[in-house]
Nanobody
Framework: QVQLVETGGGLVQPGGSLTLSCTAS?????MAWCRQSPGKERECVAT????????NYADSVKGRFTLAKDNRRNTLGLRMDNLRSEDTAVYYC??????????????????WGQGTQVTVSS
């Protein structure tokens, strides 16, 4: 069983930056950061392979968000720059239970953290 714990959420002004961290216990495979805001479906915004050789980002965050994976520490970070009000959401770390291709579909992920709130507001 894999457990994922997210940290680093908070309140930030528009245009600001924030870094989230996910610490995993157990073996992870393809991982992602996903988010959900009230009244909206959960969406994945960034995904990375186990070996960190490939990654993919949703168009809405491309060029602003950056993944950082450390397999020795079993962590996955998400650096978020130039934040916008529409980035406000609960952010979740997720992993597949076995080898999988990069995917931004939340339905493809098997393990989830409890989430951390990110609020972008002046």
């Amino acid at each position: 069983q894999v457990q994922l714990v997210e940290t680093g959420g908070g309140l930030v002004q528009p245009g600001g930056s924030l870094t989230l961290s996910c610490t995993a216990s157990g073996r992870t495979f393809t991982m992602a950061w996903c988010r959900q805001s009230p009244g909206k479906e959960r969406e994945c915004v960034a995904t990375i392979t186990r070996a960190a050789t490939n990654s993919n980002y949703a168009d809405s965050v491309k060029g602003r968000f950056t993944l950082a994976k450390d397999n020795r520490r079993n962590t996955l970070g998400l650096r978020m720059d130039n934040l916008r009000s529409e980035d406000t959401a609960v952010y979740y770390c997720a992993s597949t239970r076995t080898w999988a291709a990069l995917t931004l579909d939340p339905n493809d992920y098997d393990y989830w953290g409890q989430g951390t709130q990110v609020t972008v507001s002046s």
